[in-house]
């Protein structure tokens, strides 16, 4: 025993292997002492579990605090003599729908009335011939966002056209288009 012990101190520990091997002893004899003493760890404590109750920014007892608590939807507001959003969207569905078979200036000058000024920006150079579809399938319907932004929503013979329109001083322009294939 006197041997290895001798053995031990003279060659294991003055060598790196031997270095090592006591910081890793010490290293998790600490660890496992620390855990020791620490007691059962709750695993519902810390910031990786979510809060017991939602977190609100809003005093709760100040009344209505925005449009989703609203109860009816705003009205769109058009000045006199002038298209509802539901005319607008629907002339501008029937001048989009005859692109197939007319030139691209043509085309585009039926929808520069109806539409604002960026969207006839990003409508140039569009081919009328991309029109996916043909004609009208049911009527306009309208989803009024605020009482100077709607989105309506078309059905077609092979999809759905839905249109953003906003209304600048009461008169309603096409804003954004898309489509929806079915």
Known sequence: ???????????????????????????FGVIGVARL???????????????????STADPEAGDDGVLASSTAP???TRPGELTPEQTAGRFTTAWLTGPGSSGEDWQGRLRPLS????????TGADPESVPARRMAGQVTLRPRTESFVEAI???????????LVASDGRWLVDVVDWERQ
Do not use: C, H, Q
């Open 1 to 27: 025993m006197r041997r290895a012990l001798e053995f031990l101190v003279t060659r294991v520990l003055r060598s790196r292997l031997g270095i090592a091997l006591v910081i890793a002893a010490l290293v």
């Open 37 to 55: 003493v620490s007691g059962p760890v709750d695993r519902t404590v810390g910031l990786s579990n979510r809060p017991r109750e939602p977190i």
């Open 75 to 77: 009205s769109p507001k």
């Open 116 to 123: 604002t000024a960026a969207l006839t920006e990003k409508l």
């Open 154 to 164: 078309v059905p077609l013979d092979n999809g759905r056209l839905r249109l953003e």
